[in-house]
């Protein structure tokens, strides 16, 4: 009869930094912090649908490192963890999607401004330049939310195929 008491289902310690699908932690603190940055660096407008952005940034790195800290501490042992592993990165990376639809679309209506100042004569404009700029960030922040979706989707997915093999 096999017994299953000395199998981890999930790994803790050291083991996190060489195992799927947590070896995604450290890359989900760089781009979810990056979108925080480039977000936050830029002029908030319109407020409510970048305000959703900066939430989303804050909420999964904020409870990504809470997660991350949990499993490196070994606090993640009892049976119910699987489930909640895959529930967290499921909420995160729908929150994510949700973040970069709003925020390409912001991206999009700001480079629509900035292609029709772009056609009159006021190109050596100061606003020109900080529409410019800010257009610019804006697309990074996209670049760096797409990559924050992936790795959160394919934490989710690796986390659902660990849950259901324990």
């Given at each position: 009869?096999a017994?299953?008491?000395?199998?981890?289902?999930?790994?803790?310690?050291?083991?996190i930094?060489?195992?799927i699908?947590?070896?995604?932690y450290?890359p989900?603190?760089?781009?979810?912090?990056?979108?925080?940055?480039?977000?936050?660096?830029?002029?908030?407008l319109?407020?409510?649908?970048l305000g959703?952005v900066?939430?989303?940034?804050?909420?999964c790195?904020?409870?990504?490192t809470l997660w991350?800290?949990?499993?490196?501490?070994?606090?993640?042992?009892?049976?119910i963890?699987?489930?909640l592993?895959?529930?967290?990165?499921?909420?995160?990376a729908?929150f994510?999607l949700?973040?970069?639809?709003?925020?390409?679309y912001?991206?999009?209506?700001n480079g629509?401004g900035?292609r029709i100042l772009?056609?009159?004569d006021i190109?050596?404009?100061?606003?020109?330049a900080e529409?410019?700029?800010?257009?610019?960030?804006?697309?990074a922040a996209v670049?760096m939310c797409?990559?924050?979706?992936?790795l959160?989707?394919?934490?989710?997915i690796?986390?659902?195929?660990?849950?259901k093999?324990s």
């Amino acid at each position: 009869m096999a017994s299953t008491t000395g199998v981890d289902v999930l790994p803790s310690g050291g083991r996190i930094f060489v195992s799927i699908p947590d070896i995604f932690y450290i890359p989900e603190f760089v781009f979810g912090g990056l979108v925080w940055i480039l977000v936050a660096s830029t002029r908030i407008l319109p407020v409510n649908p970048l305000g959703w952005v900066m939430f989303v940034s804050v909420f999964c790195f904020v409870l990504t490192t809470l997660w991350f800290f949990i499993f490196l501490c070994g606090a993640n042992q009892s049976s119910i963890w699987p489930s909640l592993d895959v529930g967290f990165h499921f909420v995160a990376a729908v929150f994510y999607l949700s973040a970069l639809v709003v925020l390409a679309y912001i991206t999009i209506l700001n480079g629509l401004g900035i292609r029709i100042l772009s056609t009159a004569d006021i190109q050596t404009s100061p606003f020109f330049a900080e529409g410019l700029k800010i257009y610019r960030l804006d697309i990074a922040a996209v670049v760096m939310c797409s990559f924050a979706t992936l790795l959160y989707f394919l934490h989710a997915i690796f986390s659902a195929i660990r849950w259901k093999r324990s």
